[in-house]
């Protein structure tokens, strides 16, 4: 053969291998969903990047050693004793110094606490076990079938397809989390981000030029109460809290309504209890859309309070002066029981407020605390 037909027959053979005949490279690009829920449920975690990864070698063995049994891989990924330690005495020893402290919790509370939250859903999700609030969590597929198994592996696949971090580092744990809670459609803490500068923006413009002190109270706090079929958009309960609001609301008792409740009831269910109370709100009664303020993560009446907390510090409004809980009579007395307090420090840690005066079956005072800015992912699809 010539010298030229060589030459020729070289770049035949070029130009027929296709450009994308290579494996590829994996690529990082951006996820909203996912880096949303990464960092509402577990902040502190996402800080700390890659680490650590040499320090915790018995766990890399443990998850290499499932090779791709998805079980296995969720089993091994949970965050034992042992590991949760070795990352307490990285915090301790100030390896984690630029790690943002969470509240007044210590770095290495904070962060066990979240690696608690991390192994939760890899319990709920990742091996089918009953979690705290079965009702309402839980994987699409039931345990044992192989539509659960499957959709295991897939989440595996996702985790690690979207990230090149060693599997037995804290990144590819909460990776892999999000990823589960992703397959199960349990994303909802991404939903309306980012709130305050969009569902709350005209909210937040009126509180700044707000004088508090012509009004008896800063906030009306209206938890919701869902249906229980999947048709239903408002319940009948949630319909009073909007109209025993709205008249509040016109008494002048206070100049923003809280409505607070996250899609809850049934499970499954498409609708959010606030965004549906603040639809009555507006549309019913007249009430203008920026008074009304939307707080649709809370799924339990203690997050109800801790989270309405949480907007009033992000929006401005003082926590100085008294709020009033708006809500049928049967949550009112709940909330006023020792009950509700014991429910608080077991699923909270803390209270998120006092409880004061009461005003009617339907009217309850409420002292809102700086403690329910606190991070604790005990239910971390409740941040």
Not at 6 to 26: G, Q
Not at 269 to 298: M, W
Not at 352 to 370: K, T
């Amino acid at each position: 053969m010539t010298g030229l037909r060589m030459m020729m027959a070289a770049l035949a053979i070029t130009a027929a291998a296709p450009v994308w005949a290579e494996t590829p490279a994996p690529m990082a690009v951006s996820d909203t969903v996912v880096d949303t829920l990464s960092e509402r449920l577990f902040p502190m975690l996402g800080a700390l990047g890659r680490s650590p990864a040499g320090v915790l070698d018995a766990r890399a063995r443990r998850i290499s050693a499932c090779a791709d049994v998805p079980a296995c891989v969720v089993e091994a990924t949970i965050w034992t004793d042992q590991d949760r330690a070795i990352v307490a005495k990285l915090a301790t020893t100030g390896a984690l110094r630029s790690v943002k402290a969470n509240a007044d919790l210590p770095v290495a509370v904070a962060l066990d606490q979240e690696l608690d939250g991390v192994n939760v859903v890899l319990h709920v999700y990742g091996l089918g076990l009953a979690g705290r609030y079965p009702k309402i969590d839980g994987p699409i597929f039931a345990t044992g079938t192989p539509f659960f198994a499957d959709s295991v592996k897939v989440a595996i696949d996702t985790a690690r397809a979207a990230s090149d971090a060693p599997p037995a580092t804290i990144a590819a744990s909460v990776r892999l989390a999000v990823a589960l809670l992703d397959a199960n459609d349990a994303v909802a803490a991404t939903r309306f981000e980012p709130l305050d500068q969009s569902e709350n923006a005209g909210a937040r413009a009126l509180a700044a030029r707000t004088d508090w002190k012509a009004f008896r109270y800063s906030l009306l706090i209206v938890p919701g109460v869902g249906p229980e079929d999947v048709g239903t958009t408002l319940s009948p309960r949630s319909k009073l809290h909007a109209l025993l609001a709205a008249q509040r609301y016109r008494q002048g008792l206070a100049p923003f309504i809280l409505v607070s409740g996250s899609a809850v009831h049934p499970r499954g269910t498409r609708f959010v209890e606030a965004v549906e109370i603040r639809r009555a709100l507006v549309e019913r009664y007249g009430i203008p859309s920026d008074r009304v303020i939307l707080e649709p993560y809370a799924r339990h009446t203690t997050t109800n309070l801790r989270n309405a907390t949480r907007r009033m510090v992000a929006l401005g409004i003082p926590l100085d002066r008294p709020t009033l809980i708006v809500t049928d009579a049967e949550q009112s007395k709940y909330i006023e029981s020792p009950t509700f307090s014991d429910r608080n420090r077991t699923e909270l840690g803390y209270s998120p407020g006092a409880v004061g005066q009461r005003l009617s079956i339907y009217d309850l005072e409420f002292h809102p605390s700086r403690l329910s800015l606190r991070q604790d992912p005990r239910d971390p699809l409740d941040p």
